[in-house]
């Protein structure tokens, strides 16, 4: 089931980009479209865009890969915590309990 769709989320008709590289593959890649690295979002703005940056929230659990990305991009960051603990360094705008816990603080956000 669509985990977005089971929480009430209507998805922007935007692509979904996926990195198909390995974690080894990645330390020789120079694409730079695996987390943390921004190719996937300069490719979303550049075919898509513009956005509004203040809009756009990117929900992780990982601070060092999911959360760094949202920094880069200058997006809200929100970290879904689950055994990772809490890394103030990443300035996460809320740390969620669960992906319905985001998604319920977002709408609270941005009615």
Request: charged share 30%; proline share 7%; with cysteine.
């Amino acid at each position: 089931m669509d985990i977005a769709a089971q929480y009430g989320v209507k998805k922007a008709e935007l692509p979904i980009y996926v990195c198909p590289h390995s974690r080894e593959e990645h330390k020789s890649c120079r694409h730079g479209c695996r987390k943390p690295g921004v190719a996937h979002i300069v490719r979303l703005f550049n075919e898509h865009g513009p956005f509004d940056l203040t809009r756009i929230a990117f929900i992780g659990d990982k601070p060092d890969t999911d959360l760094e990305v949202a920094v880069r991009c200058g997006f809200t960051p929100i970290q879904v915590r689950k055994k990772i603990k809490y890394d103030p360094d990443y300035r996460a705008a809320y740390v969620a309990k669960s992906l319905a816990d985001a998604i319920n603080w977002l709408e609270k956000k941005w009615p």
